[in-house]
C-alpha cells in the first residue's frame, strides 16, 4: 500500500485538479500493467473522526489520530514484486513531490472476506494529499 502524505494547504485547487488527472492517468497505466488494486482520495482532515477505546469505554473525537504538518491525504494499493517495484511506483505519484508516499506492505490475514464486491471499472479520480 502506498500512503500519500501531505500538507493539505499546499496546493493550491488548480494544482490539486492537476494532480487528479495526474493520478488518474497513473492509474491507468497501473491497471494496463496489471499492478493496480485500488486508489482514493480522503476527505480533509476535518472531516475525520478518531476512536479510542480505553478501559472498555470508547472515546470519540474530532480530527485525526495526531496533530502533524503532514496528512493522510489518500493511498495506491497495487501489486509489486518487491520494494524496488514500489518505490518506481511511488515516485510517479504526484503527491510524492510536495509531500511524502510511505510504503507499507499489507499483512494477509486468512478468513478475511474476499471483495466480491469491489469497484470493478476504473477510478473516476484519484488521490492527491
Not at 500493467?33 to 482520495?41: C, E, K, T
Not at 501489486?79 to 511511488?90: P, Q, V
Not at 504526484?94 to 494477509?108: D, K
Amino acid at each position: 500500500m502506498l500512503l500519500i502524505y501531505s500538507d493539505e494547504q499546499a496546493w493550491s485547487e488548480a494544482e490539486r485538479e492537476h494532480c487528479y488527472q495526474e493520478s488518474t492517468q497513473l492509474a491507468h497505466q497501473l491497471q494496463a500493467d496489471g499492478q493496480y488494486l485500488a486508489a482514493s482520495p480522503l476527505q480533509p482532515v476535518s472531516m475525520a473522526t478518531s476512536v479510542r477505546v480505553r478501559d472498555g469505554k470508547p472515546l470519540v473525537t474530532d480530527g485525526p489520530f495526531a496533530e502533524t504538518r503532514e496528512q493522510l491525504g489518500g493511498y495506491f494499493l497495487v501489486n509489486a514484486k518487491n520494494l524496488d517495484e514500489a518505490i518506481s511506483i511511488a515516485k510517479r505519484i504526484p503527491g510524492a513531490r510536495l509531500g511524502t508516499v510511505e510504503i507499507r506492505p499489507v499483512l494477509e490475514i486468512p478468513g478475511l472476506p474476499t471483495d466480491k464486491g469491489a469497484r470493478t471499472t476504473e477510478p473516476d479520480r484519484v488521490l492527491c494529499a
